[in-house]
């Protein structure tokens, strides 16, 4: 297992109230993981995030037990933690999940509202201007809020609720993809104006074939089948 010091953790500004110790050491592992900082693989100690957060090992086992539950580490008695690499498996029900979900919520969105046009409009600009600046985490982010604002256009909101307990793998898994495969980031947001015009011009089928060939690409790539 590969062992390496946490980076420190950004400077903060001065407030009359911070989150709880361990709030905040989760907060920073959580994301540290999220955008790749952390690694699968890594080793993490208490000492070196009690330092890099600059509080006690209390809150640090706190945190790392919460971490624990939602299956980003793995904890090892007097050793540290194991970020939990991204398996091929986890890939497969993540997309199987995304396509009951998303397919289902892009035929009810069909003829879109302006509103949700205007939407993901922003997000696909935004979108190509992350990807122009390099910075594949925030890609990752908007990629997904483009996905989650369809999802929420139909109005279901037990499957809100289920999409939400995806976003961490989402996010994870999305940041890692396009590290491994940069050539598909273009591809990507090719992608998403092929369902943005299906979603404008009303048509149901054409929006959830979109749908269909977007988020099944991970999944090819998980089995080796990279297109």
Do not use: C
């Not at 995806?166 to 590290?179: E, F, T």
């Amino acid at each position: 297992m590969p062992s390496a010091s946490p980076p420190t953790a950004p400077a903060r500004e001065p407030s009359a109230k911070q989150p709880p110790a361990a709030e905040r050491v989760y907060t920073h592992i959580k994301d540290a993981v999220l955008d790749r900082r952390y690694e699968g693989g890594m080793l993490l100690t208490e000492g070196e995030l009690a330092d890099a957060v600059g509080v006690s090992r209390t809150p640090v086992r706190e945190a790392l037990l919460r971490l624990e539950v939602e299956g980003l580490i793995k904890l090892y008695p007097k050793k540290g933690a194991l970020v939990l690499p991204v398996s091929a498996q986890e890939i497969a029900d993540v997309v199987e999940t995304r396509l009951l979900v998303e397919k289902h919520a892009a035929a009810k969105a069909a003829p879109a509202n302006a509103a949700l046009i205007g939407e993901l409009t922003e997000l696909l600009e935004t979108m190509r201007a992350q990807a122009d600046s390099g910075d594949l985490a925030a890609v990752s982010v908007a990629d997904r809020a483009f996905h989650t604002a369809i999802v929420r256009s139909a109005g279901n909101q037990i499957l809100d609720r289920l999409y939400e307990q995806l976003r961490d793998r989402q996010l994870r898994m999305g940041v890692a993809v396009m590290h491994a495969h940069p050539d598909r980031i273009a591809k990507n947001i090719t992608e998403h104006a092929e369902i943005l015009e299906a979603l404008r011009a009303g048509d149901a089928d054409a929006a959830t074939d979109a749908v269909h060939r977007h988020v099944s690409w991970v999944r090819n790539l998980a089995q080796g089948e990279v297109r």
